[in-house]
């Protein structure tokens, strides 16, 4: 491992050598670009073998693109697709730089969605061509659901068309795989998000939204006449359990004034946009696949007003 051009020595220790890189990248209390880029080239050519390697990377990194670059606490776009391209340079995205992204997207108060898809995209791409065959384990998802959280921070953000998009790829790419029914859950939950926040509704969390324990004590009926077995009954209930706190929240408005009627209205405007990708998205590769299904369903009997799009779409699947 070198530090400008100084090579320590090899047969220092590890934390011996990490202490030696800290002390010179904070050597002025800040992170700067060319310290950034030195330690973006140790971790493509050398790695971070130990754990505080590895703290200090993403400890500096995150600095120096949400903390330290005006305005402190906002990614800009720039930034976003600069980071994107260091990332993505030699090709490989490794677990490390995806924890980099969360931590980025957890630190910072606003970040670009990109961000986001870029890092749902990296898992999805390890997933696919991984050891296990595109097969989504549990792993995986807690993987895929902890970048959601990230970017959503605690606010009430609905999924973006950026994220469900990558969430539809991985779904089509795995859908003969024997995936883990989390990752089931995890799909038709960011999919109603998106859907909601197109229609203007006042929404949980992420973290309400696609919490795990929401499902576990599902009763049978509904939507699980698609499934008939324990993952039906975890789309049904838990979804409906979401569905309906979002409408609880939205009812208990007062009258309406003349903001919220704008709002309304241009949430309409959203709303036949996002739906109509919806439609042409879902069954894209000719299938429409079983979460899919279970997702159209749901919304037939849980809404009366779906959009004519789906209703085409659910007569289909039906």
Request: glycine fraction near 6%; charged fraction near 25%.
């Amino acid at each position: 491992m070198t530090d400008s051009g100084k090579t320590i020595a090899p047969d220092a220790a590890p934390l011996d050598a990490v202490a030696l890189l800290r002390a010179s990248v904070y050597a002025d209390g800040a992170v700067d670009a060319e310290e950034v880029r030195r330690l973006c080239r140790l971790a493509a050519e050398e790695g971070f073998p130990t754990a505080t390697g590895r703290q200090l990377y993403t400890e500096a990194l995150t600095d120096y693109v949400a903390l330290q670059t005006a305005p402190s606490g906002h990614v800009s776009e720039e930034m976003a697709r600069w980071l994107i391209g260091v990332l993505s340079a030699d090709g490989i995205t490794t677990d490390m730089e995806v924890d980099l992204l969360v931590n980025i997207m957890r630190r910072a108060d606003s970040v670009p969605v990109e961000l986001s898809a870029f890092a749902l995209a990296e898992v999805s791409r390890s997933v696919l061509t991984g050891a296990e065959g595109g097969i989504i384990s549990a792993a995986d998802v807690e993987r895929l659901r902890s970048i959601l959280y990230a970017f959503g921070s605690e606010r009430s953000v609905g999924i973006s068309r950026e994220e469900a998009e990558v969430l539809f790829d991985l779904n089509d790419h795995s859908r003969e795989a024997e995936n883990d029914p989390a990752w089931s859950d995890l799909f038709v939950k960011a999919i109603a998000s998106f859907l909601m926040a197109a229609r203007g509704y006042t929404l949980l969390s992420r973290e309400e939204t696609l919490s795990r324990d929401a499902w576990l004590d599902a009763p049978t009926g509904g939507v699980t006449a698609l499934f008939g077995d324990m993952l039906s009954s975890m789309l049904s209930n838990g979804l409906r359990g979401v569905w309906s706190a979002w409408r609880q929240q939205d009812d208990t408005s007062s009258m309406l004034n003349e903001a919220d009627e704008t709002r309304i209205r241009q949430a309409e405007a959203v709303t036949s946009e996002e739906v109509k990708w919806l439609a042409d998205r879902i069954g894209r590769d000719g299938v429409i696949h079983a979460n899919e299904r279970a997702l159209l369903k749901f919304l037939s009997e849980e809404s009366p007003d779906i959009h004519p799009s789906l209703r085409t779409l659910l007569d289909t699947a039906a």
